[in-house]
């Protein structure tokens, strides 16, 4: 079996967060590759708390100078996660040059030098991938890449940056000041110490740069694209768009085609737009992320998750670690539907009888004194306890209904029950049964 | 440059929109895979009027029998739109056992043949791409079986069909009957004639399938999952639900993960739940399909699209298309960096201040007779009609509080009349200038 070595560079929450996944993932990666990724290094300036942390086997090896991973041969793939800009650059750079694929979650890095990590690659006939450097776990550049090849995509409407996002859901929900919604996203861990980069628009500035030089095929550096923060925005601004106007706040990167002559143009922009509270992006709050992408043919589509945290990261990094390694398994064979088909045989299903949830349920019941009384006996000796009645409708041919919400109650006894109860006299024999998410 | 030729079997209205969209995206495809598509052979049982509005080059050999297609050695790729089971499952299994990867829509076929295509598959070494048998155009099967490959997918929840949910927000929103929410699904496309699998929960039943064979990575036929479909569905019940539950009903596939022993169980069931309006997916409204995913590393994730119509459809039959032509190319080079970065330069960005929306303006007046006059005044100057005034604020240290709300307007000309009304007497130089998406 074909083993892939990887060099993880910058212990901090995410890398340790991958290494951890990595770890735990070996196995289910092996089975569904047909090929190994083992972890050879490990690289970090302060390597000694975060390794206690980490329980590594032996074999990996740990190093404070990354250039020990590039100058292994046998190190197939560099994971960046050391932050940064400078030394950063000089890592994937080696590494490509040394023949090495390369991960990476480094927006700064990528939006300032595109090209020159590009042309190294083409060069040195490498791959990069990063998908965690825009929109954390969200697949959206899988999806303009590749899912969505043969679109035109017309318009990207992004929330990329939790931390103001969940400064802007407190203003609005709980009618917090800009400052006091600050304080409490950086108590959370939602916001660094210097939010500087996420308050001022730089942060989804080298999002929008990524997103947009995939979207377009072109390079859109990040000072192209227009740049406001939120830093000034005001709680009575806020209340007053969302009274007075029916809108929210939300800080956007907007990409927008335009057609000028039989040539594409393009709006870049990011800052605080009132969007109408119907909107998709509206009921994106907190510290989520989402990318709204109008395309050609496959029409309006969302992408919503966890744009920031370690693991979120993480599960980016090693979904782009998973799909390198296709790549690499495939130049050797194209037996990419071990995948899909293991020949394991057939999930354990668990029979319907035995779910639980609650229920809404109906029964039509000619209105006599004592008819609710049978009927809540019969739920009762069936272990179904009720949290709601209503008997509000108007008369139907089968009699008057009653609504019944159920506390959560086992599959098997509610149909039991209602069997029962559809053959007590002066109940219909027609009834409704829907379960509550 | 190599060449990879694809059969098409199936003009029906997807796979003429494939044939039109592929057509378009040659030179695209190309540039960014370093290898070229060709259409080599179209398929169809009555292909006479439907060839006249593809208007192919006389390159694309026409027949009405597949077996055409399978006996091409040239062929590479097989994409089967034929719809329908049996002639289907015979195309399928000849191309792969022939030595051709296979791309195919047909949910109908996976879901009941499942291991046995995937089994043929491994054996003859080639690829099955299948995303547009799972709602649409959104890359959902990609993302579990890649982006997401590091994580246990612990729920799925579904919107599945996208006639159902139209059905159902014809009944939320205009208070239609069932039937009359029917008839207007046909009349406009949403439905077919007999609209059975889609009603009775079969075609969510056989999405579902294919959805969690993936994120198990074990079988889970359609027989092992519950199905209750939407056509007993009262009207008087989802007004009910709307009104005293604040809930709202949905037709959903569910997966969902159990522990038991330390071994996975599964729940799988297919039928109308209650959900509650904040609910991600009770926005999920007409035709669209959605799914939301919980999972271990990146948390919950949700995708949101067109999940019928020809063009989304081909929109994800292409995307298979890119992704196997770069799968087999890989084989023979690791660049697939081309689609990144094509050394074509930067894209044309266009300047902020030829933009042109609607705009929230807010200045501080002292409270003279005839401010407001000048106000607006500056703003026509500069070409900007206003939609909304408002004067309802509490005094500000600055000055009472006006806000415009303008129609759309130039960017530059909003920027210039700010400056000139902040510079007017009796006018604070503090000011709040938002954008209206």
Same mark, same amino acid.
């Given at each position: 079996? #074909?083993?892939? $070595?990887?060099?993880?560079?910058?212990?901090?929450?995410?890398?340790?967060?991958?290494?951890?996944?990595?770890?735990?993932? *070996? /196995?289910?990666?092996?089975?569904?590759?047909? /090929?190994?990724?083992?972890?050879?290094?490990?690289?970090?300036?302060?390597?000694?708390?975060?390794?206690?942390?980490?329980?590594?086997?032996?074999?990996?090896?740990?190093?404070?100078?990354?250039?020990?991973?590039?100058? &292994?041969?046998?190190?197939?793939?560099?994971?960046?996660?050391?932050?940064?800009?400078? %030394?950063?650059?000089?890592?994937?750079?080696?590494?490509?040059?040394?023949? $090495?694929?390369?991960?990476?979650?480094?927006?700064?890095?990528?939006?300032?030098?595109?090209?020159?990590?590009?042309?190294?690659?083409?060069?040195?006939?490498?791959?990069?991938?990063? !998908?965690?450097?825009?929109?954390?776990?969200?697949?959206?550049?899988? @999806?303009?890449?590749?899912?969505?090849?043969?679109?035109?995509? #017309?318009?990207?409407?992004?929330?990329?940056?939790?931390?103001?996002?969940?400064?802007?859901?407190?203003?609005?929900? %709980? *009618?917090? /000041?800009? &400052?006091?919604?600050?304080?409490?996203?950086?108590?959370?861990?939602?916001?660094?110490? &210097?939010?500087?980069? &996420?308050?001022?628009?730089?942060?989804?500035?080298?999002?929008?740069?990524?997103?947009?030089?995939?979207?377009?095929?072109?390079?859109?550096?990040?000072?192209?694209?227009?740049?406001?923060?939120?830093?000034?925005?005001?709680?009575?601004?806020?209340?007053?768009?969302?009274?007075?106007?029916?809108?929210?706040?939300?800080?956007?990167?907007?990409?927008?085609?335009?057609?000028?002559?039989?040539?594409?143009?393009?709006?870049?922009?990011?800052?605080?737009?009132?969007? !109408?509270?119907?909107?998709?992006?509206?009921?994106?709050? %907190?510290?989520?992320?989402?990318?709204?992408?109008?395309?050609?043919? @496959?029409?309006?589509?969302?992408?919503?998750? $966890?744009?920031?945290?370690?693991?979120?990261?993480? /599960?980016?990094?090693?979904? %782009?670690?998973?799909?390198?390694?296709?790549?690499?398994?495939?130049?050797?064979?194209?037996?990419?539907?071990?995948?899909?088909?293991?020949?394991?045989?057939?999930?354990?299903?668990?029979?319907?009888?035995?779910?639980?949830?609650?229920?809404?349920? $109906?029964?039509?019941?000619?209105?006599?004194?004592?008819?609710?009384?049978?009927?809540?006996?019969?739920?009762? *000796?069936?272990?179904?306890?009720?949290?709601?009645?209503?008997?509000?409708?108007?008369?139907?041919?089968?009699?008057?209904?009653?609504?019944?919400?159920?506390?959560?109650?086992?599959?098997?006894?509610?149909?039991?029950?209602?069997?029962?109860?559809?053959?007590?006299?002066?109940?219909?024999?027609?009834?409704?049964?829907?379960?509550?998410?």
């Amino acid at each position: 079996m #074909q083993e892939i $070595k990887v060099g993880l560079a910058g212990l901090g929450h995410v890398g340790s967060a991958a290494v951890k996944i990595l770890q735990a993932n *070996r /196995s289910n990666f092996s089975r569904r590759l047909g /090929s190994s990724i083992s972890l050879s290094w490990v690289c970090d300036r302060h390597p000694g708390k975060k390794l206690k942390n980490l329980s590594l086997p032996k074999s990996v090896k740990v190093t404070t100078n990354y250039r020990d991973l590039i100058e &292994d041969p046998r190190v197939d793939v560099l994971i960046e996660l050391m932050g940064g800009v400078a %030394d950063a650059r000089r890592a994937v750079l080696g590494a490509l040059q040394a023949g $090495k694929h390369v991960i990476t979650a480094n927006k700064r890095l990528l939006s300032q030098h595109w090209d020159e990590i590009f042309r190294a690659a083409e060069r040195h006939r490498k791959l990069v991938y990063f !998908e965690a450097s825009v929109a954390g776990a969200i697949p959206i550049l899988q @999806a303009v890449q590749n899912s969505l090849a043969a679109n035109e995509i #017309q318009e990207v409407l992004g929330i990329l940056n939790g931390t103001t996002n969940y400064i802007l859901t407190r203003m609005i929900h %709980d *009618r917090m /000041s800009f &400052d006091a919604a600050l304080r409490r996203a950086q108590e959370l861990g939602f916001a660094e110490k &210097d939010p500087t980069l &996420d308050l001022n628009g730089s942060d989804t500035v080298h999002k929008l740069s990524i997103l947009a030089s995939l979207v377009t095929g072109l390079r859109v550096p990040p000072g192209r694209i227009h740049r406001e923060g939120i830093a000034g925005i005001d709680l009575n601004d806020v209340l007053f768009a969302g009274g007075e106007l029916g809108r929210t706040v939300r800080l956007l990167g907007i990409l927008r085609l335009q057609r000028r002559g039989g040539k594409n143009f393009y709006e870049a922009r990011v800052h605080p737009a009132l969007i !109408e509270q119907k909107h998709p992006l509206a009921s994106v709050h %907190d510290e989520y992320n989402a990318v709204l992408l109008k395309t050609s043919y @496959a029409g309006d589509q969302m992408f919503y998750g $966890k744009g920031a945290g370690a693991e979120p990261a993480a /599960s980016a990094v090693l979904g %782009d670690l998973f799909m390198l390694a296709k790549a690499i398994t495939a130049q050797k064979s194209a037996n990419s539907n071990r995948m899909i088909w293991s020949g394991h045989g057939a999930a354990e299903i668990i029979p319907m009888a035995e779910l639980e949830c609650e229920f809404f349920l $109906k029964f039509f019941a000619k209105d006599m004194p004592g008819i609710l009384s049978r009927i809540t006996g019969v739920l009762g *000796r069936h272990g179904i306890s009720i949290s709601q009645i209503y008997q509000k409708f108007d008369k139907h041919p089968a009699g008057v209904p009653i609504v019944f919400v159920t506390h959560s109650a086992k599959e098997a006894a509610v149909q039991k029950a209602v069997a029962a109860i559809t053959r007590l006299p002066h109940v219909a024999s027609k009834s409704v049964c829907l379960r509550m998410l």
